[in-house]
């Protein structure tokens, strides 16, 4: 039999090792368990297991080596509970157990996920005296370690006699691989002092730690202790290691690691394309693919998935054609599903969504991150009614949604208001049990959305574990709905409680302090924001400029506003509307010359506040000025431009002026442009004007008690008694009631 072994090595394709096995049949030496043995490894080696199991089958009472291949190669390919049923067979048929058997089965039960048959095999372990074998032991490690099970992990390695770099590389990668970054690194240190030399696989796992927690200057040691150990930067490490420096921004070092490759294989491409990606320099991702494919180097399904990744990013539809022809080319049909997906984002980028659906149905019909991501472009898009008839559509083609997909479906109905169906989504996740925290975040933003904040409060408050992202999701619910207070409330409790507070948090809680015209707690938040070393970006410097200018403190504003190292037309609107509101239109109209200056281009709501600040001066010649400058920037003027222009001239006294722009505007007058011109009447007492208007008025249907309060305010004034009646039963048959005025001054930092 053993000079059939050399045959064995030599079968290169499954047509030779089939002629090798019809030779060993003619000959009678199938029967002997070695060259049945190798037959099982090779058949398997080919990925034809069933051949591997008929051969196998052929023994009546196949010795223990015999079932220790057959459950290594069924590891091999990755049918992991196949391999647990057949150690499960072996014990059922009395087979003996030998040391060799437990390290597959220990691999098949990582694989397959499931801690109590791992726990059971560790128990037979201990019991067959096979505990104090190292490789098992290892083994073990690793197992409890990629099941998540790190406190069985530590047990196992604390009881191991003899720690390998192996098992030091193991538990290195468990700690890492189970968030514990700190214990990994105290681990690592632990064994260099211990006199462990690490070696590559110990070297992969910190460098992949380091850019997953973009670690630069730890990075830089990692990749040091790596030149002087004279580890060999090739293959995965040299991949991990650009990689690591591409997640913690460093693209230079990553290029100098992918040029010292001698051999780069199509990996490192990959790993190179893909940095580029990262950093968001799509044109340097498609020029490393064509010099990849100058090189002869053959992509994989990866590799074409990140440059579609790039054809997307940069919105090139003809490039992004030309990729996906070399997929149905040169790729199979489970290659072409994997990379739906990344299709889907391309056709949906370049505005082909309907391009987009048909790559959906297909090839990744099959695929649910396809169904996620088409509801996904579909939803980024504003096409939010779209993104759910595609969600049902998912359903109604058998596919079971997952949490992303209930979690992009439930965010579309809050932003178009579905409560029906949020409400139908919500029960499909307490059915399923989908209590993970993605899907809760969306359900509390969902409800928030749709006005049902004390259902959202009560997600939010089952919520055990809360992070930064849940307390957000509820404070801009707050926020939303109008209630100024709770943010407050909510972040102060975070605060009490040393909670994650990010620039999200910041920006919100700013933004509600503004609305309450609360000084004292903006400043207390600004304070907060400094201790607590966030760091300040344009839109929370401009959310604090304007919560200064809405509380009173405009030289603080200013100040926060020039202190700005980049200004975006939101900022600079944010300013002039500062100015405005405190009656300084010539500042407003200075600091809207110098946005002009600086290149920013002006929109709607810089127009809006700047015709503002002229009505609340009322200065008719500049308002007029720039509600004529508008078109020459490219805004036409809404029906709120109109509202300040018709203001403007009502509080002027010109009210023939504001009515005869009521009637040249493209479009029907709505209350608030009325009510502007009533509020005119009422200031210079034109009632005659009434007269005039009342057909109008008959026209108007709103929900501002407002409109209705003065409408019928100004007929008691004339004492049309009959008319004020008939606009408050109006009211009555709306269901509006006017809410009483009130006022507010802080005392001792109360709200009084």
């Keep these: 039999m053993t000079l059939y072994m050399p045959l064995f090595r030599s079968c290169t394709t499954l047509r030779t090792l089939i002629q090798l096995h019809a030779h060993l049949l003619v000959t009678g030496l199938h029967k002997t368990p070695p060259a049945s043995t190798r037959l099982i490894e090779s058949y398997a080696e080919f990925a034809t297991l069933h051949s591997s199991r008929l051969v196998f089958q052929t023994f009546q009472k196949p010795d223990s080596f015999m079932w220790a291949v057959l459950i290594k190669c069924h590891v091999w390919n990755n049918f992991f509970e196949d391999a647990i049923s057949l150690y499960y067979n072996m014990i059922n048929q009395q087979a003996q157990l030998t040391e060799f058997i437990y390290p597959s089965v220990l691999r098949a039960c990582s694989g397959f996920g499931d801690l109590g048959i791992g726990r059971n095999v560790h128990s037979r372990i201990i019991k067959s005296g096979f505990d104090d074998d190292d490789v098992i032991q290892t083994t073990l490690l690793s197992m409890y370690g990629e099941i998540g099970c790190l406190s069985d992990a530590w047990k196992v390695f604390d009881t191991m006699t003899v720690r390998d770099v192996v098992s030091w590389s193991s538990i290195i990668a468990s700690c890492f691989d189970n968030g514990e970054v700190v214990e990994g690194l105290k681990m690592f240190r632990l064994m260099v002092t211990e006199g462990v030399n690490p070696d590559f696989v110990t070297m992969l796992s910190l460098a992949e730690a380091c850019g997953e927690l973009s670690f630069r200057r730890l990075g830089r040691l990692v990749h040091g202790h790596i030149l002087r150990r004279e580890i060999k930067i090739s293959g995965p490490l040299g991949n991990s290691l650009i990689t690591m420096y591409s997640k913690c921004g460093d693209l230079l070092s990553a290029e100098k690691i992918f040029v010292k490759i001698k051999k780069s294989c199509t990996a490192s491409w990959t790993a190179m394309i893909s940095c580029y990606n990262r950093s968001g320099c799509f044109r340097k991702a498609l020029d490393a693919f064509i010099k990849m494919l100058e090189f002869k180097v ?28 070399h997929i149905i080319r040169k790729l199979t049909e489970v290659e072409g599903e994997f990379l739906g997906p990344a299709l889907v984002e391309l056709y949906a980028e370049c505005g082909k969504l309907s391009e987009s659906k048909k790559v959906l149905h297909s090839i990744g019909e099959r695929n649910i991150v396809s169904w996620n991501m088409l509801i996904t472009e579909y939803a980024c898009k504003g096409m939010l009614e779209e993104a759910l008839v595609v969600f049902a559509q998912m359903q109604a083609q058998g596919h079971m949604p997952d949490s992303y997909s209930l979690a992009s479906s439930l965010s579309a109905c809050g932003n178009v208001d579905l409560l029906q169906l949020g409400l139908q989504i919500h029960g499909h996740v307490v059915k399923r049990d989908f209590s993970n925290e993605f899907v809760l975040n969306s359900l509390v933003d969902m409800y928030s959305k749709c006005g049902f904040l004390s259902l959202a409060y009560r997600i939010f408050e089952r919520i055990q574990q809360k992070s930064v992202v849940t307390w957000n999701a509820m404070i801009c619910g707050f926020s939303h ?11 102060y409790q975070m605060y009490l409680n040393c909670l994650e507070i990010n620039e999200v948090t910041f920006l919100v809680v ?10 004292g707690k903006g400043k207390w938040v600004h304070h907060k924001l400094i201790t607590y070393g966030v760091s300040k970006d344009m839109y929370i410097d401009t959310a604090l400029a304007d919560m200064y200018a809405k509380c009173g403190d405009l030289q603080t504003a200013q100040r926060v506003f020039n202190s700005m190292s980049r200004r975006s037309v939101v900022s600079w609107s944010a300013m002039i509307a500062g100015h405005g509101m405190h009656g300084q239109l010539n500042a407003a109209i200075s600091v809207f010359k110098q946005m002009l200056e600086s290149g920013i281009k002006p929109n709607e709501v810089t127009f809006m506040n700047i015709l503002s600040a002229c009505s609340h001066s009322v200065s008719v010649e500049e308002g007029e000025f720039y509600f004529n400058e508008m078109r020459h920037f490219g805004v036409e003027p809404s029906s709120d431009h109109y509202a300040c222009m018709v203001d403007l001239l009502s509080r002027a006294g010109d009210i023939n002026r504001a009515y005869k722009m009521i009637h040249s505007m493209p479009f029907p007058a709505n209350a608030s442009i009325y009510s502007a011109l009533l509020n005119g009447c009422r200031i210079h007492k034109r009632f005659d004007m009434m007269k005039i208007i009342e057909k109008d008025l008959l026209d108007i249907s709103t929900e501002d008690t407002g409109y209705y309060s003065l409408l019928s305010n100004i007929y008691a004034q004339v004492g049309n008694w009959d008319k004020f009646r008939e606009v408050r039963y109006e009211m009555e048959d709306a269901g509006l009631w006017k809410v009483p005025g009130y006022s507010t001054i802080e005392l001792d930092n109360r709200d009084c």
């Design 481 to 491: 709905n109008g209630k100024s207070d709770e943010p407050f409330n909510l972040f």
């Design 510 to 519: 700013i933004q509600a302090c503004s609305n309450l015209g609360n000084l």
């Design 298 to 325: 053959e992509p994989n399904s990866t590799t074409l998935m990140s440059i579609l990744g790039s054809c997307a990013g940069l919105s090139l539809l003809r490039e992004g054609k030309s990729v996906h022809c």
